[in-house]
């Protein structure tokens, strides 16, 4: 399946690929950021993972969520305030 | 009470380490002022910053003063991190009344006049009393001044600050000063700390400008004790191993892009407000979006850092902002200011909102309640409540940013349609007799930029905290918006963890740490830090007592003014009255009632009034003033 990744915790993620990725089918909202961050030649950190939070389709969504073909997956900060 | 007792016995044999010693309370009226030793059992019972604040002006301001009458008091409190190399220790609270609510107002900012107000001797100032003609005090090395400041009045903040220095021959001084906004009595106003910390909300700003008070001007050389200053060094040298290992994450996004990291991602999950609460994240553009996070800012705006005092992470910038029109210096917006002047204006023009934010530092306005104002009246313009002819000619559309500055230079310059929007919208909506349906606010004070739908136990904190419309009070928080929607909004024994919220948030109000110390420090850390300040020794259960005590007193101000739970309202909107159609939070209804039964019963006060019972109040001890006011019978109700 193809899902679309859109990053907005750049100061996390660096230079991780935005776009469209090829994934098993049931991959889970958190093995699409693995594959990302396995893409780049890093590893997605449990420091980091515990910083972010995650929307499928312009919901709210958790790392377990499963993944379909043709999803829209933003990653973002979990918000600490301001 | 036996303990508290006890804890207030044992602290004065070592007294006073943790605090300068003195608190001044100036008397403008009678150009007069005592120099008093700071009450050690206030000290140890309310500690400081707002709390403190709260006690003495309970105690130097009568019942049902006016807010701008003489007898009426203004307070800037230190607290007790202040001065004491502790990281992250370095904010000072303002108390008075507010003239928006009518009720108890504590706002707080950092930079460097908390602690300068120490290295001048001083704990605290109290102001009462009005003045023929503007003046600043001076607290210097002791000493107190009152200068006249009939050249500063009318100037912006960074002016003043500036003529105050050269007056002085001296810039190793720290400032908290008002600009034309506290002058013209906005309820905007704020004060702002070295031109550009701002302890905004509620209007403390106008009270201070009632007096004809341009601010308080501090320097000195002097020290604060501190009771084991090797264990300060020593919890500041464990910083390092947090800061690269469980903390790195806060730590490094906070250096780097400061509160501005957080805006695009609040937008999308519908956190931020959003064309004044009735939006949704594709009402902009993700370019609109992303134009106003710092990682975009920064590369076009950042020539330096700039952060508070006694902090290593610095997560301020000093941006120049440089187009055909202005040309400028000033700090990086931080979320808040960037989703008041972005987001909630469908604004996607990062000069603007940097110029905007510009104006309310050097003005001396609240940038969200500035926002906040422009917002509903930008709907209301929309809707033909206001035409064009009654804005004077300016085309106030969504994300029209030349109208934006536009009104913002009108309100700022006190002019025109400027001089009612002076009183925010609120009172603008009541001016102008139209628009109520657009006001998003919480008693008055517009809402910042973290929503109840999306963080609904914020509800609660917004309507019911004794000053309301704040994200930074005690309660449920902001942190609880993450939880799965099966938690947040399920409305059921939210009590008890909305009043163990109250700890933490009441904690960092009175003891002068940043509110970001709660995840840019470890945990555990605070309360070790006060212990080698003050020698606390206090229990678990005296800091949960502590916190308790801080919320009782600054809500007592009101209940006392005969502000009971019924007078609290928020706007339908904000908790999703009706729920919103399209967006991440579509349909979402916020139980702001529920919560509020839920915390009143868990704190053991009357759900129905919102009135702390006798019995309580006997509980947490050091709260007698309080009991003799509010049960003068002798009853328990």
């Known amino acids: 399946m193809k899902v679309q990744v859109i990053l907005n915790c750049r100061d996390l993620t660096g230079d991780l690929r935005e776009g469209f990725y090829d994934l098993p089918e049931g991959t889970t909202a958190k093995g699409v950021l693995e594959a990302a961050f396995q893409e780049a030649g890093k590893k997605l950190t449990e420091n980091i993972y515990n910083s972010l939070v995650f929307m499928v389709n312009g919901r709210a969504a958790t790392g377990d969520t499963v993944l379909q073909d043709g999803d829209k997956m933003r990653v973002l900060f979990r918000i600490l305030g301001g | ?637």
């Open chain 2, 1 to 637: 009470m036996d303990n508290l007792e006890y804890l207030i016995l044992e602290w004065q044999v070592d007294c006073m380490d943790g605090y300068a010693g003195k608190v001044a309370i100036i008397d403008l009226t009678e150009k007069s002022w005592k120099i008093e030793d700071l009450n050690p059992q206030w000290a140890r019972l309310f500690v400081g910053g707002a709390a403190l604040g709260a006690r003495y002006l309970y105690e130097l301001m009568p019942a049902r003063t006016p807010v701008f009458a003489p007898e009426s008091v203004v307070g800037f409190v230190s607290g007790p991190t202040n001065l004491t190399k502790t990281f992250l220790g370095g904010r000072f609270a303002v108390v008075s009344k507010s003239p928006v609510t009518g009720g108890f107002n504590d706002a707080s900012a950092g930079g460097n006049f908390g602690p300068f107000m120490r290295k001048a001797g001083f704990d605290a100032v109290f102001v009462k009393g009005i003045s023929e003609k503007p003046v600043y005090i001076l607290l210097d090395d002791g000493k107190i001044e009152i200068r006249d400041a009939q050249a500063l009045w009318g100037k912006r903040v960074s002016e003043a600050d500036a003529l105050i220095k050269e007056e002085l021959g001296d810039t190793k001084v720290s400032t908290a000063l008002i600009g034309p906004g506290g002058e013209h009595l906005s309820n905007m106003a704020g004060v702002i700390a070295d031109c550009h910390r701002a302890a905004a909300r509620g209007g403390s700003g106008a009270v201070i400008g009632s007096k004809k008070l341009k601010g308080i001007v501090c320097r000195g050389d002097r020290t604060v004790p501190v009771k084991d200053m090797a264990a300060v060094a020593a919890i500041n040298k464990e910083w390092n191993e947090y800061a690269n290992g469980k903390g790195a994450v806060p730590v490094n996004k906070f250096r780097t892009t400061g509160t501005t990291s957080d805006y695009d991602s609040s937008v999308y999950l519908g956190d931020a407000g959003i064309k004044n609460w009735a939006g949704a994240p594709d009402d902009l553009t993700d370019e609109q979006i992303k134009a106003l996070t710092g990682r975009v800012m920064d590369p076009k705006y950042k020539y330096g850092k700039l952060g508070c005092h006694s902090c290593p992470v610095q997560c301020g910038a000093k941006y120049h902002i440089k187009n055909d029109k202005y040309d400028i210096k000033t700090s990086r917006p931080e979320y808040e200011s960037l989703g008041a002047f972005g987001s909630m204006l469908l604004n996607g023009d990062s000069d603007c909102a940097n110029i905007c934010n510009w104006y309310c530092n050097e003005y001396g306005y609240d940038t969200l309640s500035m926002g906040g104002t422009i917002a509903w009246l930008m709907e209301c313009y929309e809707k033909g409540i206001f035409t064009r002819e009654e804005l004077d000619g300016i085309d106030l559309r969504w994300g029209n940013s030349e109208a934006i500055l536009a009104i913002v230079k009108k309100i700022c310059d006190y002019e025109g349609i400027g001089i009612p929007l002076n009183g925010a919208s609120r009172a603008a909506a009541r001016y102008f007799g139209k628009g109520f349906e657009c006001l998003a606010t919480a008693s008055g004070i517009e809402i910042p930029m973290h929503g109840a739908r999306y963080n609904p136990g914020l509800a609660r904190t917004f309507q019911y905290d004794p000053t309301p419309g704040r994200h930074v009070k005690g309660g449920l928080g902001v942190p609880y918006g993450h939880q799965p929607p099966e938690v947040k909004y399920n409305y059921e024994n939210t009590g008890e963890r909305d009043k163990a919220g109250l700890e933490s948030w009441e904690f960092f109000n009175l003891s002068g740490f940043c509110n970001f110390s709660g995840f840019l420090l470890a945990p555990g850390v605070h309360y070790r830090y006060m212990e080698a300040i003050g020698g606390y020794n206090f229990t678990a259960e005296d800091w949960t007592n502590l916190a308790l005590r801080s919320f009782t007193i600054r809500d007592a101000f009101n209940k006392r003014e005969g502000l009971r739970r019924k007078d609290f309202d928020i706007s339908p909107r904000n908790v999703g009255k009706p729920p919103l159609e399209k967006g991440p939070l579509a349909g979402i209804t916020v139980d702001n009632e529920k919560l509020a039964d839920n915390f009143y019963a868990a704190m053991g006060w009357d759900v129905e009034t919102g009135m702390p019972t006798k019995e309580f109040l006997e509980k947490i001890g050091g709260l007698e003033c309080v009991i003799k006011d509010l049960y003068p019978e002798g009853g328990s109700q």
